[in-house]
């Protein structure tokens, strides 16, 4: 994520072309892979947040929060060029969000807490009952 050539002129980047700069209207962070109804219950509190997605790529798990970073300028440059961190400086442009989005390019992705409730009720049985309490 992140990149920004320091001038929206005509270069014939792609990135010219990509006036919403999407790579840097986001963060990602990579999470444990859920396995048990615990873990997904704790991804339905993260997903029941403003502008938080999830998804998978290549079997890894990912947090996906829509959030522009504050240097993205309104013209699309980045107001830190020349000390922006290594993230941004890495990152390709061969095939990014501008080509496929991450909901068309992910392995699986929910783009809201309802897509991964209904994901869960699919995964476990007891989904639905998991707040109920364990007679003794
Ligand atoms: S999403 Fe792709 S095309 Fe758009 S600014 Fe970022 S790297 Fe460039
Ligand atoms: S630091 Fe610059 S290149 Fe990096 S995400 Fe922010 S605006 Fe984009």
Not at 47 to 63: A, F, G, P, S
Request: net charge positive; charged share 35%; glycine share 4%.
């Amino acid at each position: 994520m992140g990149k920004r050539i320091p001038l929206k002129a005509d270069t014939g980047s792609k990135c010219d072309l990509c006036t919403s700069s999407i790579c840097c209207t986001y963060v990602t962070q990579e999470i444990d892979k859920p396995t048990t109804i615990r873990d997904f219950d704790i991804l339905m509190w993260q997903m029941y947040h403003k502008d938080v997605q999830i998804y998978t790529e290549d079997r890894r798990w990912y947090l996906k929060i829509l959030n522009s970073c504050l240097n993205l300028l309104p013209d699309g440059r980045c107001g830190i060029y020349d000390e922006r961190p290594f993230i941004c400086r890495e990152h390709e442009n061969e095939f990014c969000e501008y080509d496929e989005s991450t909901e068309k390019s992910a392995d699986l992705f929910f783009g809201s807490a309802d897509a991964l409730d209904k994901y869960c009720k699919k995964r476990f049985k007891s989904w639905k009952k998991r707040f109920k309490k364990k007679k003794k």
